[in-house]
């Protein structure tokens, strides 16, 4: 009988020990999920931040080349809603990890996934649009310190250059911001088969 009580006893010890090391993994996979997902909140506030240096640097170009300031306003408003759903497709509350289960958070990332490749497939075409109105603009402007609108063309040559790199930076922080999410799901569905 001494025994049976004392396989009893190290049974009960050992079930506990293991529910205490479930909770560890538990909350470090909830800490490294949150750390992996800090960049995407830092990319938010980051885009808020650019906003007004963003709207002022096209007030200056839209004088400088003689253009309506409905571009530079249209810029803003395009991206003040382009911010707006960037909070929605890319923000990751950090109370999210603590207060959710795991499936509820897995839910959210994939909404996200599939919100920001809509946000993407709309925003993209709109952002070329408008670069292609502004650069007309830019190269049919009289200029009045130019007589052989060189400066115009240089200036729709730059916008050209700047538009392309900004195109790779926005899909370079796109296809990020989705292998993120992705990795954050890979772990939650590798905890959930472990």
């Known amino acids: 009988m001494d025994q049976l009580d004392i396989l009893k006893q190290e049974m009960a010890a050992l079930k506990r020990n293991l529910d ?3 909770i560890v993994n538990d909350k470090l996979l909830r800490t490294v999920m949150r750390q992996r997902a800090s960049w995407l909140n830092k990319f938010v506030i980051a885009e808020f931040i650019m906003l007004p240096i963003l709207y002022l640097m ?23 809603i382009d911010v707006l759903v960037d909070i929605r497709t890319f923000r990751i509350s950090p109370k999210l990890f603590s207060t959710c289960t795991m499936v509820e958070v897995r839910h959210l990332l994939i909404r996200q996934k599939k919100e920001r490749f809509i946000h993407m497939c709309i925003a993209l075409p709109l952002a070329i649009i408008w670069l292609v109105l502004v650069l007309s603009a830019i190269a049919n402007a009289s200029d009045p310190y130019a007589t052989d609108h060189a400066l115009n063309y240089a200036g729709v040559i730059g916008g050209l250059i700047g538009g392309l790199i900004g195109g790779i930076i926005v899909l370079v922080i796109y296809r990020k911001a989705q292998r993120t999410n992705d990795t ?9 088969k472990g």
């Open 58 to 80: 096209f007030v200056g170009i839209c004088a400088f080349f003689n253009v309506s300031q409905w571009y530079a306003l249209t810029l803003l408003i395009f991206s003040f």
């Open 20 to 22: 205490k090391e479930q």
């Open 184 to 192: 954050i799901i890979d772990d939650i569905d590798d905890e959930r």
